[in-house]
Protein backbone atom coordinates (compact mmCIF):
# COMPACT_ATOMS: atom_id res chain seq x y z
CA UNK A 1 0.00 0.00 0.00
CA UNK A 2 1.47 3.25 -1.06
CA UNK A 3 0.13 6.44 0.31
CA UNK A 4 -1.04 9.38 -1.77
CA UNK A 5 -0.15 12.73 -1.13
CA UNK A 6 -3.06 15.59 -2.16
CA UNK A 7 -1.65 17.42 -5.38
CA UNK A 8 -3.06 20.88 -5.80
CA UNK A 9 -2.78 20.64 -9.59
CA UNK A 10 -5.86 18.15 -9.64
CA UNK A 11 -8.15 21.14 -8.26
CA UNK A 12 -7.69 22.69 -12.00
CA UNK A 13 -9.15 19.28 -13.90
CA UNK A 14 -12.58 19.24 -15.34
CA UNK A 15 -14.02 16.57 -13.14
CA UNK A 16 -12.81 18.00 -9.78
CA UNK A 17 -13.56 21.72 -10.40
CA UNK A 18 -15.74 23.37 -7.69
CA UNK A 19 -15.68 20.72 -5.37
CA UNK A 20 -11.94 19.45 -4.33
CA UNK A 21 -9.79 21.36 -1.85
CA UNK A 22 -7.26 20.14 0.43
CA UNK A 23 -7.84 18.78 3.78
CA UNK A 24 -7.37 20.00 7.30
CA UNK A 25 -6.21 16.48 8.04
CA UNK A 26 -3.08 15.79 6.40
CA UNK A 27 -1.35 15.45 3.14
CA UNK A 28 -2.99 12.22 2.43
CA UNK A 29 -6.26 13.47 2.16
CA UNK A 30 -8.24 15.73 0.21
CA UNK A 31 -12.00 17.94 1.20
CA UNK A 32 -15.19 17.75 -0.87
CA UNK A 33 -16.74 20.81 -0.50
CA UNK A 34 -20.37 19.77 -1.75
CA UNK A 35 -20.66 16.96 0.75
CA UNK A 36 -17.87 18.55 3.30
CA UNK A 37 -16.39 15.00 3.74
CA UNK A 38 -12.49 14.11 4.46
CA UNK A 39 -11.74 11.64 1.45
CA UNK A 40 -8.12 9.85 0.94
CA UNK A 41 -5.91 11.67 -1.60
CA UNK A 42 -5.28 9.28 -4.12
CA UNK A 43 -7.21 9.92 -7.99
CA UNK A 44 -9.25 6.35 -8.52
CA UNK A 45 -10.56 7.23 -4.43
CA UNK A 46 -11.56 11.26 -5.53
CA UNK A 47 -13.15 9.94 -8.87
CA UNK A 48 -14.97 6.95 -7.15
CA UNK A 49 -16.38 9.56 -4.79
CA UNK A 50 -17.24 11.85 -7.40
CA UNK A 51 -19.25 9.31 -9.39
CA UNK A 52 -21.17 8.68 -5.71
CA UNK A 53 -25.05 9.43 -5.99
CA UNK A 54 -24.68 11.18 -2.64
CA UNK A 55 -21.95 13.63 -4.23
CA UNK A 56 -24.72 14.54 -7.33
CA UNK A 57 -27.08 14.99 -5.21
CA UNK A 58 -25.08 17.59 -3.10
CA UNK A 59 -23.55 19.08 -6.14
CA UNK A 60 -26.80 19.78 -7.58
CA UNK A 61 -28.26 21.32 -4.39
CA UNK A 62 -24.97 23.76 -3.91
CA UNK A 63 -25.25 24.69 -7.57
CA UNK A 64 -28.45 25.16 -7.61
CA UNK A 65 -29.50 26.82 -4.78
CA UNK A 66 -29.60 30.91 -5.44
CA UNK A 67 -27.12 33.26 -3.18
CA UNK A 68 -29.03 35.64 -1.56
CA UNK A 69 -26.88 38.58 -3.53
CA UNK A 70 -29.52 37.74 -6.41
CA UNK A 71 -32.13 39.00 -4.21
CA UNK A 72 -30.60 42.60 -2.54
CA UNK A 73 -29.86 45.42 -4.52
CA UNK A 74 -27.19 47.54 -3.40
CA UNK A 75 -28.32 50.70 -5.25
CA UNK A 76 -31.75 50.67 -3.28
CA UNK A 77 -30.87 49.08 -0.28
CA UNK A 78 -33.86 46.44 -0.08
CA UNK A 79 -34.83 42.98 -1.22
CA UNK A 80 -37.28 41.69 -3.64
CA UNK A 81 -40.28 39.67 -2.97
Not at 16 to 27: H, T
Not at 61 to 72: A, D, I, K, P, R
Request: proline content about 0%; hydrophobic content about 30%; some cysteine.
Amino acid sequence: FRSQSYRKEREKENWAQGWLKVSSQGASKAFCQFCDKNILAGKSELMRHAKTAQHFQNEAQVLGSTSMEQYVTSSQGCIKA
